[in-house]
């Protein structure tokens, strides 16, 4: 699907030709190890890259520039996968072929080495003043999730399961570490990232390889660095399950339940787990959608998630504060059910279909195409559509029961009205 070209030990380029869009899309993925302080100083620092540089020193500026590239798009952003903080910049420029005369794919590769080599300094160090802004915002970013209840409950019930991990740190860092940057802690971490980090390097588009590999090469001269090993993230002693009640000024109850399945990411029998979890809550087919929200109306909503990574299974759900009780034993009953065999030949075959028309979806935009290569390379064999597909297809009966057998409960939150406690 992409051709891997070495740039560097420690940076990667991929490269996907196709005729398929009348765009060249790119993609920069800096990694590094994920924790609070680098969570933090990360995220702010690609708001500091993203609205200003030496060059275009005012947000207006910045995006009148990309406009003149025919509407060009160019952005940083953050995410974690697994035990890795990922910091990553986006872009996307028409393709030279569909223009008459000007030519755009120069000046937007241009404008990519000023945003990530040539920041906003005074001083040798970040501007106080965009630095300050730019910590209130991610600040107020992270203290949001306090207003999208959906997403405090998932914070909290992450927070019960792995207090002090890798798997409850927020891709944006913690309120207290942002307000500890400073314009030198910053400018630090913006130099490590260019000198420590992992690099994957992604372009989709009509483009010859080697002659687009020897422009990134000059372009983007990266030096070389060691490539941040895989780690895997680490299961905690057996505990005794936690359920906890909270109240706040609310009208719909969440209920958020968390499960533990020695099945990883890149397992041997990760295919199976997929078909478990869309059978299990993922799907508007799947049993906790039907049974709980359609059958006994219990609740708004009510679907299974599978964090690979951490070998996590999530069941989401929105509830009346008086059905607490009925909906977390019917949950139960779900997993249960599938365990011992509940399982029809429509489930099967609608999940199948289903993990195959996500992944169709996913593939019929460029950075859907990055996406899904970024997740499926790390694992030891050769990605294609069809041989992932029929991974799905392989899938038996019994091997679903076998994955929901392994499967166990950890912990629940959850979260009602103060009226209704």
Known sequence: MFEKIELVQGVTLYVRPTTQFKTISFSFKFRNELTKQSASERTVLTNVLQHSNAVYQT???????LDELYGAVLYFDTAKKGTAHTLYMNAEVVNDHYLSHEKVLAPMIEMMQTALFKPNLQDGVFKPSVVTREKQIIQERIESVFDDK?????QRLMELMRPDHVASISANGTVADVQAITPTTLVAAYERMLKEDTIDIYIVGDVEVAAITAIMKQAFPFTAREAMPETRSTTPAKQEVTYVREQQTMKQGKLHIGFSTPVRFGDVDFAKMQVFNGIFGG?????LFMNVREKESLAYY????????????FVTSGIEAVNEKKAFDL?????????????SEREMTQTKAMLQNQLREALDSARGQI???DQY???????TVTAWSQKWQDVTKEDVMQMAQQVELKAAYFLSGKEEA
Request: glycine share 4%; proline share 0%; aromatic share 12%.
């Open 283 to 287: 799907y508007a087919h799947s049993k």
């Open 59 to 65: 947000t207006a500026a910045y995006r009148s520039a």
């Open 377 to 383: 390379k790390d694992l030891n064999e050769i990605f």
């Open 302 to 313: 009510a679907s299974s998630s599978y964090a690979s990574h951490h070998g996590l299974v």
């Open 331 to 343: 949950i139960k009953a779900q997993l249960a059910a599938i365990a011992a065999g509940d399982i």
């Open 150 to 154: 959906a997403r405090f409950a998932q």
């Open 371 to 373: 996406e899904v290569y």
